[in-house]
């Protein structure tokens, strides 16, 4: 049951946090649930971190949809700044209205540049929705792939998620209402500034074991029959024990799954394995490994690990 409080909807138990995204098709191990339900509780920035493909921008897009809130997305990259996550001026219409001005004749230069630094000539960036109302409440902010700015963008994202504003030099601050629900996600390339990390609860969001991985597979690929299913997690999960440059994450399991499905494959064999690598391995020198004889010796291997 989703409970609203303070203006900000809550999970009544940690129940509730893995019931209803697990109706989003996101199943949530418990430590994972009981950091959510602390992070809405509290009004606290959840810090993510694991390899890529756990599941970790997936959480965030269950949890706005088991809440019934706006997802807001930040994808981070090398170079992000301050005024890309926030906002900028349309130049283009800026200019039309400059040319229309000019072109009646008899402009006010100081009242024109006080009509085109308004909010009607403002492009809202990810940080500067997240600080506005939404329909339904606060927003989820997904902040996605910190790890991939640059430590000046961390210093600026710190002082926004203190106090939940943002300053538009020509219109002054701008204050969210209610803080938006704030999802930080990190492959860990690099290591994030520990000041940021002290104002978010964190939780490293790791490699499913065998039961887990093969509920998130009925869940997203329930057309797969059982053999199969349980024939392709532990291939994958013995496969990420091998020495690869990028392990296959859950959502390589996922998609090698419909691809099996998509040629009607049945189980597994080294044919069809070798044939669908790209599924799973994105590097050709991953590939080039488990190509062969070796790609036999996992099956194998995984048919014996196989649970009664």
Not at 204 to 228: G, M, Q
Not at 265 to 290: E, R, W
Request: glycine content about 6%.
């Amino acid at each position: 049951m989703v409970a609203a409080k303070g203006g900000l909807a809550m999970f009544d138990t940690i129940d509730d946090v893995q019931t209803a995204l697990a109706a989003e098709n996101y199943i949530c191990p418990r430590a994972l649930a009981t950091i959510v339900f602390l992070a809405l509780k509290l009004g606290r920035p959840l810090f993510l971190e694991g390899e890529a493909g756990t599941g970790k921008t997936e959480l965030a897009k269950a949890l706005s949809a088991a809440l019934g809130r706006r997802l807001i997305r930040l994808q981070c990259y090398e170079g992000l700044d301050a005024a890309s996550a926030v906002y900028e001026w349309n130049f283009a219409e800026q200019m039309i209205a400059i040319r229309t001005a000019e072109a009646s004749g008899g402009t006010d230069r100081n009242a024109l540049k006080a009509e085109l630094f308004t909010e009607e000539y403002l492009i809202e960036r990810p940080l500067l929705q997240a600080m506005r109302p939404q329909p339904g409440g606060a927003p989820v902010l997904l902040i996605d792939e910190l790890d991939r700015t640059d430590a000046p963008f961390e210093a600026f994202l710190l002082e926004a998620l203190s106090d939940f504003q943002v300053t538009i030099p020509e219109l002054g601050t701008i204050k969210a209402p209610t803080p938006p629900i704030v999802i930080l996600t990190s492959n860990r390339t690099r290591e994030v500034h520990d000041a940021l990390k002290r104002r978010c609860l964190y939780h490293w969001v790791d490699y499913p074991d065998f039961d887990r991985e093969l509920d998130i597979l009925h869940a997203r690929a329930p057309e797969a029959a059982e053999t199969l299913s349980r024939e392709v997690v532990a291939f994958v999960q013995r496969l990420r024990t091998e020495d690869l440059f990028k392990k296959p994450g859950v959502a390589e399991t996922i998609d090698w799954a419909k691809c099996l499905l998509a040629l009607d494959v049945i189980d597994l064999s080294p044919a069809v394995i070798a044939d669908t690598l790209g599924a799973i391995l994105k590097y050709q020198d991953d590939i080039q490994k488990i190509e062969g004889s070796k790609a036999k010796q996992i099956l194998d291997d995984a048919r014996a690990a196989l649970p009664l």
